[in-house]
Antibody, heavy 118, light 107 residues
Framework: QVQLVQSGAEVKKPGASVKVSCKASGYTFTDYYIHWVRQAPGQGLEWMGWINPNSGGTNYAQKFQGRVTMTRDTSITTSYMELSRLRSDDTAVYYC???????????WGQGTLVTVSS | DIQMTQSPSSLSASVGDRVTITCQASQDITNYLNWYQQKPGKAPKLLIYDASNLKTGVPSRFSGSGSGTDFSFTITSLQPEDIATYYCQQYDNLPQTFGQGTKVEVK
């Protein structure tokens, strides 16, 4: 069965970086994009961008341009999302999800809580 | 960015009631509209894609309709396990954007 398993919770100081991993299994990793979506405490969902695991191509939301980097390692079917220059308002649960450029995100990881606090 | 306006922000209904949520896009998104269910502490779950297609395995009491800028999501007979927040999402244009969510409670 399709599974996306994310890395564990992180606590970071303002200005630091965080790298969240998303291990995919149960399907051909390079056949689907990986999207990253975040959710601040008590708030709605915010799309951050996607990576095409086949080509490594990425598309980031303008809001995160310059601070986010999405990568993948096809040998271990894992995607990564790194967010730099963290601020307190980056505190959120970060989700990875399987989808396409024009198809919905149909399977999601369990989420990774990133807390930014001094 | 395309703005997705979802209403109501919350509702309370009885078991067996028909529940409808609406979502309006700030510009034409054809039918590139998904509906997700999110229970507390859990990841969102895709229910409806391309405005009206039910994902395999999702109960038939859930349905979606609409095209262009106006969409709706319906639960024909609300069940206790349907307590959740529901989000619409457009994926016609990047960045993909979500509605603000509708919290559904059972009376």
């Amino acid at each position: 069965q399709v599974q996306l398993v994310q890395s564990g919770a992180e606590v970071k100081k303002p200005g630091a970086s965080v790298k969240v991993s998303c291990k995919a299994s149960g399907y051909t990793f390079t056949d689907y994009y990986i999207h990253w979506v975040r959710q601040a405490p008590g708030q709605g969902l915010e799309w951050m961008g996607w990576i095409n695991p086949n080509s490594g191509g990425t598309n980031y939301a303008q809001k995160f341009q310059g601070r986010v980097t999405m990568t993948r390692d096809t040998s271990i079917t894992t995607s990564y999302m790194e967010l730099s220059r963290l601020r307190s308002d980056d505190t959120a649960v970060y989700y990875c999800a399987r989808g396409g450029s024009m198809t919905p995100a149909d399977y999601w990881g369990q989420g990774t809580l990133v807390t930014v606090s001094s | 960015d395309i703005q997705m306006t979802q209403s109501p922000s919350s509702l309370s209904a009885s078991v067996g009631d028909r529940v409808t949520i609406t979502c309006q896009a700030s510009q034409d998104i054809t039918n590139y509209l998904n509906w997700y269910q999110q229970k507390p502490g859990k990841a969102p779950k895709l229910l409806i894609y391309d405005a009206s297609n039910l994902k395999t395995g999702v109960p038939s009491r859930f349905s979606g309709s609409g095209s262009g800028t106006d969409f709706s999501f319906t639960i024909t007979s609300l069940q206790p396990e349907d307590i959740a927040t529901y989000y619409c999402q457009q994926y016609d244009n990047l960045p993909q954007t979500f509605g603000q969510g509708t919290k559904v409670e059972v009376k």
